[in-house]
């Protein structure tokens, strides 16, 4: 199983739609969590910190949910910038950033 | 402005020539990291280093080596290319408190032939 598990999508919607990414980790001990945002052949860049008590950036909102191993990114109001992969990433033991295989996003007009 | 800059954007290397993948950052970060991306696969660590002279493996090292001579180069060594070592390879940078986010430079794409 592997420590950090992401839908691969896509997620094809409208402009305008409200979309919700999960991620899960095996790892309790995990102390912190980011989502990153990935354009097609570039580096990943970081979108969020993931916080205990849940954070909101604009129309990024982002939550963890320790008991049951998961975080969550949600977009609300879709624009066609949007597009592209959410990569997950948890700093497992020793801190070590291991990320998910991403989730592809397609936001259409 | 925060920077990890990879020596080449592309690279186009025969089976068997030894591959080196250089990376600086200026920001004086003691945790760096190497990861291959590859479809379907994700971001692969190959090899970390906390601090300067300091390396560990990660989770696909064969094939690989690391140096860390100065706090702001790490490099990566491809002893002898194989045509399974194409792949996008970012390096990484971040503080070493534990809960900050990593930065990364732009990648190289490396192609053995």
């Known amino acids: 199983r592997k420590e950090v598990e992401q839908d691969p999508g896509p997620f094809n919607v409208p402009e305008g739609a409200t979309v919700a990414f999960n991620c899960t980790y095996s790892?309790?001990?995990?102390?912190?969590f980011f989502w990153y945002r990935q354009d097609c052949r570039k580096e990943p860049k970081l979108l969020m910190s993931?916080?205990?008590s849940g954070n909101e950036d604009g129309r990024f909102t982002a939550q963890l949910n320790r008991a049951s191993q998961y975080i969550s990114l949600l977009i609300r109001d879709s624009k066609l910038s949007d597009s592209a992969t959410y990569l997950c990433?948890?700093?497992?033991?020793?801190?070590?950033?291991?990320f998910g295989r991403g989730t592809s996003l397609i936001v259409h007009p | 402005d925060v920077k990890v800059t990879q020596s080449s954007r592309y690279l186009v290397k025969r089976t068997g020539e030894k591959v080196f993948l250089e990376c600086v950052q200026d920001?004086?970060?003691?945790?760096m990291f190497w990861y291959r991306q590859d479809p379907g696969l994700g971001l692969r660590l190959i090899y970390f280093s906390y601090d300067v002279k300091m390396k560990e493996k990660g989770d696909i090292p064969e094939g690989y080596s690391v140096s860390r001579e100065k706090k702001e180069r790490f490099s990566l060594i491809l002893e002898s290319a194989s045509t399974n070592q194409t792949s996008m390879y970012l390096c990484?940078?971040?503080?070493?408190?534990?809960?900050?986010?990593?930065?990364f430079g732009q990648g190289t794409r490396l192609t053995v032939v």
């Open positions: 920001m004086d970060h003691e945790n």
């Open positions: 990433v948890v700093n497992m033991g020793s801190y070590i950033p291991t």
């Open positions: 990484a940078s971040r503080l070493m408190t534990g809960d900050t986010e990593a930065f």
């Open positions: 993931v916080y205990s």
């Open positions: 790892n309790s001990a995990s102390q912190s």
